[in-house]
């Protein structure tokens, strides 16, 4: 296969092989402080869920403005899973991302 390069966290590229990627990933999340989900969107199933952090990494803003966002419409709703458990459709956060980069 073709090796990827990937931005490590000091901003200077490397090349990775693609049977190390998931272990470059890994530790891309940990030294840079992103939690893996999001390091890993890009591989989860559409009908996976992410937490609340994950969708803030996404699109970078505080919680308050993904909730303000919801409540406006510009991000989908999340599914409750209990009385204190919120997590949002993987299929659905693509949509929205697809249609937060055309709006800029």
């Known amino acids: 296969m073709k090796p990827r390069i990937h931005a490590s966290p000091a901003l200077s590229f490397e090349t ?3 049977s190390s990627q998931n272990s470059h990933l890994d530790h891309v999340a940990k030294s840079s402080g992103i939690c893996g989900e999001l390091a890993k969107f890009d591989s989860l199933p559409r009908s996976a869920h ?5 969708v803030r990494g996404l699109f970078g803003c505080s919680s308050a403005t993904v909730w303000r966002r919801v409540k406006n419409k510009l991000l989908p709703a999340p599914k409750r899973f209990g009385d204190r458990v919120s997590a949002w459709n993987v299929g659905e956060l693509r949509d929205a991302l697809m249609n937060f980069c055309r709006a800029v």
């Open 16 to 18: 990775v092989s693609s």
């Open 50 to 54: 992410v937490r609340l952090p994950v």
